[in-house]
């Protein structure tokens, strides 16, 4: 499952992909991933133009005009791809978006566990509603030992589920939890009771 550096690389390549084009048409071959796909067939998401790619946590968010954005997680199995559009669509590509000039971005997903729906967000680069309850991100400046200890303080659980729980840091999955759980690190608000 890609986590927070690996969806960060992807938004990156995917902003420089999309930014500033339009959204043609959209082919949905299967009624539902995570959830059902409904939202991608509303007539509204054709025609509109992309104007950013940007990351919260695990997730992607591609605004388009008029307050519209795609919210993209790739859950276990999730990949994009930049293909030319007439290309034969291979067995999981379950959504493409056509970008004009022979262009799509096809969304796959052999497992099914991914997201991708349209949304309205309630001004241009909010914070998606569906996301206000993920934590802080792991490397802004409100991410610090006093967040840490102030969030750990009540809490009885091993450090690795802790670093997991997406409410107090968002984007940390198993891969790097587990690297970080095995650094020697100073815990400052960790203290022995008698």
Sequence with gaps: MP???E??????ALKEYLAGRTIEGV???TERLREPLDSL?????????VLDVRRRGRYLIVDLEENLALLMHFGMSGVLKTVPLDQERAKHEHIIFDLGNNDSLRFECPRRFSLVKLITLPHAGAVPPELDKLGVEPLSK???AEYFCKCAAKRKTALKEFIMDNSVVTGVGNIYATKLCSIPVYRPCVRRVK
């Excluded at 969806?7 to 990156?12: A, D, K, L």
């Design 3 to 5: 986590e927070l550096p």
């Design 27 to 29: 082919q949905i071959f």
């Design 142 to 144: 409100d991410f610090n």
């Design 41 to 49: 067939k509303n007539p509204i998401l054709t025609g509109r133009k």
């Design 7 to 12: 969806v960060e690389t992807i938004g990156r």
